[in-house]
C-alpha cells in the first residue's frame, strides 16, 4: 500500500454539505491516513470540508467503492450526499454521459443515475428498521422497530424513531408531550451532541429534527455522528422520510428542505426502497501536500 506526500483531489458539495472526493481505484486502501482527512477537511489549516471520499476498486461486481472519513476522522458505512457527488465526480473523470452506476458501500450497495438535468436520483435500498441492527438499545415500540420512543436527552423528554440507511440516524418529530418541533428555535449545537453520544447508540447517531409543513413536505435541520451541524444530510433526509411514514405524519414520496436546500425523497412501495434525488456540485480541484 503506498502512502502519498501529496494527494490530488476534487471539492463538490451537494446543497453545501461538502466533500473532499479521491480518485483512488488504482489501489484498495485510501492513499492518505484518518489523520490526514481530518487536517484536509479543517477549514482554517486545510481545504474544508464535512468529509472526505474515496472512490476504490471494484467489489462484489460492482463499478466501484466508496469508502469516507468524517471531518473528525471517524469512518461512517455511508454518506447520501457524498455519493451523489461521487458519482458525478467519477462519471466526468471517466468522460460518461448520463449513465448509471452500482457502488459498493460499507452500508450496502447503493446505484447512483445521473440524470439529464444535472440532478443525480440514487436508489439507496431499503431501510434497517431492526432496533438492535440500527443499532440502538432503546426498547423497541413496534415489532423489532423503535418508533417514538421516549428519550431523555439534553434535559429534555423526546419521541425518537431510529432508522439505518446504512448509517444510523435518530428522527425527532416532537417532544413526549407531543410538541411539535420547530427546527429555527433549535439550539442544535447544545442538544446534538448529547444525543450523537448518548449511551442506548452504541455507534453513536446521527440526529435530525423534523417540521411537517404538510404530508409531502417538511424541513429538517441535523446533527452529524463526526461532523456536527451541517446544511444536509443526505442518509437523514432518508431516513427521516421513513420515519415520518411509520409515525403516520407524511406520505412517501415527500420534498425535505434542508438548510442548505432540498431533496425528494421517496419511500417506494413496490420494492422498499429509498430513491434521493438532489444536486451534486464540482467547486474547485487541486493538490494538498501532506
Ligand atoms: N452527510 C452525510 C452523512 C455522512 C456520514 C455521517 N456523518 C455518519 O457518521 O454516519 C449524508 O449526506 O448522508
Request: proline residues 7%; charged residues 20%.
Amino acid at each position: 500500500m503506498t502512502r502519498a506526500a501529496s494527494v490530488d483531489f476534487a471539492k463538490y458539495q451537494g446543497l453545501g454539505n461538502d466533500f473532499i472526493l479521491v480518485d483512488n481505484r488504482h489501489q484498495k486502501e485510501p492513499v492518505i491516513t484518518s489523520e490526514q482527512a481530518k487536517q484536509m477537511c479543517n477549514r482554517n489549516f486545510g481545504i474544508g470540508g464535512d468529509g472526505v471520499i474515496f472512490a476504490l476498486p471494484p467489489e462484489n461486481g460492482v463499478d466501484y467503492t466508496m469508502r469516507i472519513y468524517n471531518s473528525d476522522g471517524s469512518e461512517p458505512e455511508m454518506c447520501g450526499n457524498g455519493i451523489r457527488c461521487l458519482a458525478r465526480f467519477v462519471a466526468e473523470k471517466d468522460g460518461a454521459g448520463p449513465v448509471s452506476q452500482k457502488i459498493h458501500t460499507l452500508g450496502g450497495l447503493m446505484q447512483p443515475s445521473l440524470l439529464e438535468d444535472g440532478q443525480v436520483c440514487v436508489d439507496m435500498g431499503p431501510p434497517v428498521l431492526d432496533g438492535p441492527q440500527v443499532p440502538t438499545t432503546l426498547e423497541p415500540t413496534q415489532g423489532s422497530r423503535v418508533v417514538q420512543a421516549q428519550l431523555s436527552a439534553a434535559g429534555r423528554e423526546w419521541l425518537v424513531t431510529c432508522v439505518s440507511m446504512g448509517n444510523p440516524h435518530a428522527i425527532v418529530y416532537s417532544t413526549a408531550d407531543g410538541a411539535s418541533i420547530r427546527v429555527d428555535d433549535l439550539d442544535l449545537a447544545g442538544i446534538g451532541p448529547d444525543f450523537e453520544k448518548h449511551p442506548v447508540f452504541p455507534a453513536k447517531i446521527n440526529t435530525e429534527f423534523v417540521e411537517v409543513l404538510s404530508r409531502s413536505h417538511v424541513k429538517m435541520r441535523v446533527w452529524e455522528r463526526g461532523a456536527g451541524a451541517t446544511l444536509a444530510c443526505g442518509t437523514g433526509a432518508c431516513a427521516l422520510v421513513v420515519a415520518g411514514v411509520l409515525e403516520g405524519r407524511i406520505d412517501r414520496n415527500c420534498r425535505v428542505d434542508l438548510p442548505g436546500g432540498p431533496l425528494q425523497i421517496e419511500w417506494r412501495e413496490a420494492d422498499h426502497h429509498v430513491y434521493m434525488t438532489g444536486p451534486a456540485e464540482p467547486v474547485f480541484t487541486g493538490s494538498m501536500q501532506l
